[in-house]
T-cell receptor, first 112, second 113 residues
Framework: SQQGEEDPQALSIQEGENATMNCSYKTSINNLQWYRQNSGRGLVHLILIRSNEREKHSGRLRVTLDTSKKSSSLLITASRAADTASYFCATALTGTASKLTFGTGTRLQVTL | NAGVTQTPKFQVLKTGQSMTLQCAQDMNHEYMSWYRQDPGMGLRLIHYSVGAGITDQGEVPNGYNVSRSTTEDFPLRLLSAAPSQTSVYFC????????????FGDGTRLSIL
């Protein structure tokens, strides 16, 4: 069963614009992680946010977590063509920090 | 650093054949896992290991077998391949069972005819 669901499924923006992706999940979590996947490659970790944290930043990335709404968002500011990829949220349920359940992903296309 | 290395990158099998997907990491990570990725679905956990000699089942373990004789290696065995096992398989590792990111290999693309 899918724990995380991303929204939107696909997003197309122009270079320089901001991109926002949302993730909703169903049960209590230990942490939530965001990963990027370029076509034909493995997943690359972006940010891990723990259940007791509300916001984290890493460069042009900002992740928020609202445990009361069971949702998270990933904001990419000043997007670049190189940001074109699929983005996945993954949750580790309460009691485990390791077994991840992934959402179906958001495909981001950044055009020049 | 090589990170997580998966071999082969591509493989075509006939139904009923068996094979082993290899995964090796050089980061001295305790935790390793196998996922499969199918179109329109997120990655699903097949098996995982919290250390040498210790393995456990994930969400979709049927038809797969694993062992962990060393810290570095975590092979995934398909016992009798079925078309439903056509997928992209990813191996991942992380330092231990705590709150850390997972490091993924580039995947093995497996087709079962």
């Amino acid at each position: 069963s899918q724990q995380g669901e991303e929204d939107p499924q696909a997003l197309s923006i122009q270079e320089g614009e901001n991109a926002t992706m949302n993730c909703s999940y169903k049960t209590s979590i230990n942490n939530l992680q965001w990963y990027r996947q370029n076509s034909g490659r493995g997943l690359v970790h972006l940010i891990l946010i723990r259940s007791n944290e509300r916001e984290k930043h890493s460069g042009r990335l900002r992740v928020t977590l609202d445990t009361s709404k069971k949702s998270s968002s990933l904001l990419i500011t000043a997007s670049r063509a190189a940001d074109t990829a699929s983005y996945f949220c993954a949750t580790a349920l309460t009691g485990t920090a390791s077994k991840l359940t992934f959402g179906t992903g958001t495909r981001l296309q950044v055009t020049l | 650093n090589a990170g997580v290395t998966q071999t082969p990158k591509f493989q075509v099998l006939k139904t009923g054949q068996s094979m082993t997907l290899q995964c090796a990491q050089d980061m001295n990570h305790e935790y390793m896992s196998w996922y499969r990725q199918d179109p329109g679905m997120g990655l699903r956990l097949i098996h995982y290991s919290v250390g040498a000699g210790i393995t456990d089942q994930g969400e979709v373990p049927n038809g797969y077998n694993v062992s962990r004789s060393t810290t570095e290696d975590f092979p995934l065995r398909l016992l009798s391949a079925a078309p439903s096992q056509t997928s992209v398989y990813f191996c991942a590792s992380k330092k231990d069972a705590g709150n850390q990111p997972q490091h993924f290999g580039d995947g093995t693309r497996l087709s079962i005819l």
